[in-house]
């Protein structure tokens, strides 16, 4: 069964960096599109960013712009989400998700509806 597997989490102060990372635990895995999204504690999960792989575009959600930013490794489908200048409020549990249906630029890369593979999360806590 095809996997995400998400690392780089941690406890970070404020101000900080960290580095997340998200592989396919199968080579044979092809997604279009591959992106993160957070959910903290009580609330509802939300889009961060994604990248279309077959164009690489990026796109990114207004909170974190400018601070984050996600890359590919193109010898694999594994993606990374690099994030900058951390704030409390980034506060949260990361999740990796893969899109392998049909992706143009009419795709909402934003809504999690639209990805079908998902990861088990990764935890990213900022102390102030």
């Known amino acids: 069964q095809r996997q995400l597997v998400e690392s780089g989490g941690g406890l970070v102060q404020a101000g900080g960096s960290l580095r997340l990372s998200c592989a396919a635990s199968?080579?044979?895995?092809?997604?279009?599109?591959m992106g993160w999204f957070r959910q903290a504690a009580g609330k509802e999960r939300e889009f961060v960013a994604a990248?279309?792989?077959?164009?690489?575009?990026?796109y990114y959600a207004s909170s974190i712009k400018g601070r984050f930013t996600i890359s590919r490794d193109n010898a694999k489908p594994t993606v990374f989400l690099q994030m900058n200048s951390l704030k409390p409020e980034d506060t949260a549990d990361y999740y990796c998700?893969?899109?392998?249906?049909?992706?143009?630029?009419?795709?909402?890369?934003?809504?999690?509806?639209?990805?079908?593979?998902w990861g088990q999360g990764t935890q990213v806590t900022v102390s102030s």
């Open positions: 199968q080579h044979t895995f092809s997604p279009y599109a």
């Open positions: 990248i279309w792989l077959t164009a690489s575009s990026t």
């Open positions: 998700a893969a899109r392998t249906g049909p992706t143009s630029y009419s795709t909402n890369f934003y809504a999690p509806g639209n990805y079908n593979y």
